[in-house]
């Protein structure tokens, strides 16, 4: 069983930056996919960024797309830098692997065959 635990939320103005950061532990299969979801008050969670651990290809949603960016390490930790932030990026951020691909469905990002959520981290970008 995998364990994530995200680490790197606040609170920051309009045009600011943050980092966030999940470390993974307890594997028990393969990780082939390393990815960020969101989930902003009274809205469904959606993907923002995700990256295949083999090769490093990333994939991003189209409302992120220029501003964030992911990275990850050895499959163990994977990173969101988070820059030129709007109020509409107040959400709580989720980390979450896969032993599948990083693919996209419809403009937001998914794992497929999806083990492990993070606790998620709160974001609030004030204007």
């Known amino acids: 069983q995998v364990q994530l635990a995200e680490s790197g939320g606040g609170s920051v103005q309009a045009g600011g930056s943050l980092k966030l950061s999940c470390s993974a532990s307890?594997?028990?299969?393969?990780?082939?996919?390393m990815g960020w979801f969101r989930q902003a008050p009274g809205k469904e969670r959606v993907g923002v960024a995700a990256?295949?651990?083999?090769?490093?290809?990333t994939v991003y949603a189209d409302s992120v797309k220029g501003r964030f960016t992911v990275s990850q390490d050895n499959a163990k930790n994977t990173y969101l830098q988070l820059n030129r932030l709007k109020p509409e990026d107040t959400a709580t951020y989720y980390c979450?692997?896969?032993?599948?691909?990083?693919?996209?469905?419809?403009?937001?990002?998914?794992?497929?065959?999806?083990?492990?959520w993070g606790q998620g981290t709160l974001v609030t970008v004030s204007s």
């Open positions: 990256i295949a651990t083999a090769d490093g290809s």
């Open positions: 307890g594997y028990g299969y393969e990780i082939n996919c």
């Open positions: 979450a692997v896969g032993s599948g691909r990083c693919t996209m469905v419809g403009d937001t990002v998914w794992i497929n065959a999806l083990h492990a």
